[in-house]
């Protein structure tokens, strides 16, 4: 069964999780979530980045669909530059 508390909302806009389920699901300071709300429903989801290990396989298959399309680094480095505003 889920733990349930109360909190509330601080002027800023801050709202605590309580103890209990702040050991109970293992957050730590600093933890990220998304936030959804609708209606008069607000959820937390907490949320992790990805190991880099994790990233391998996406960056081998964009490198393939890079190659396969001519892009070149200099294309990408140039891309870079210009979004920046340097070129």
């Known amino acids: 069964m889920a733990n349930v508390s109360t909190t509330k909302m601080?002027?800023?806009?801050?709202v605590v999780i309580p103890e209990n389920?702040?050991?109970?699901l293992n957050l730590k300071e600093g933890a990220q979530f998304v936030v959804l709300g609708e209606k008069d429903v607000v959820i937390l989801k907490n949320i992790t980045p990805p190991a880099?290990?994790?990233f391998d396989d996406l960056i081998a298959t964009a490198r393939k669909k890079a190659r396969k399309a001519?892009?070149?680094?200099?294309d990408i480095k140039d891309a870079i530059l210009k979004v920046r505003g340097k070129k």
């Open 10 to 14: 601080s002027s800023k806009g801050q």
């Open 52 to 54: 880099i290990d994790e």
């Open 70 to 74: 001519g892009i070149k680094k200099s």
């Open 21 to 24: 389920i702040r050991k109970q």
